[in-house]
């Protein structure tokens, strides 16, 4: 069964970066689109950023545009994002998850097929 295991989260001061990794078991990434989400206490489930190795297509929610970069490994079967000037409205729980395709409507996308456990960012002082 393919899995995603998500790691680099962490504790971080506003303006503070933090890169976060997305490896997968059992599945070539580069055969899929890969996303991230984020969920913060109390408040509904925000898509980030995709991916579609396939065509090297990226994809962005209008909140972490500048900010965030997401890309591939393939030699790690790795998806990273690297979030940079990060803001205290960043904190929540981020998911990466898989689908077919990017959704450039709806992004990362609308139905995904697997997703990790989350590993949980916070930016405070």
């Known amino acids: 069964q393919v899995q995603l295991v998500e790691s680099g989260g962490g504790l971080v001061q506003p303006g503070g970066s933090l890169r976060l990794s997305c490896a997968a078991t059992?599945?070539?990434?580069?055969?899929?689109?890969i996303g991230w989400f984020r969920q913060a206490p109390g408040k509904e489930r925000e898509g980030v950023s995709c991916?579609?190795?396939?065509?090297?297509?990226?994809y962005y929610a209008d909140s972490v545009k500048g900010r965030f970069t997401i890309s591939t490994d393939n030699a790690e079967n790795t998806v990273s994002q690297q979030m940079n000037s990060l803001k205290p409205e960043d904190t929540a729980v981020y998911y990466c998850?898989?689908?077919?395709?990017?959704?450039?409507?709806?992004?990362?996308?609308?139905?995904?097929?697997?997703w990790g456990q989350g590993t949980q960012v916070t930016v405070s002082s």
């Open positions: 998850a898989a689908s077919w395709y990017c959704d450039s409507d709806y992004v990362p996308f609308q139905t995904p097929n697997v």
């Open positions: 991916i579609d190795s396939r065509d090297a297509s990226t």
């Open positions: 059992k599945v070539t990434l580069d055969n899929y689109a």
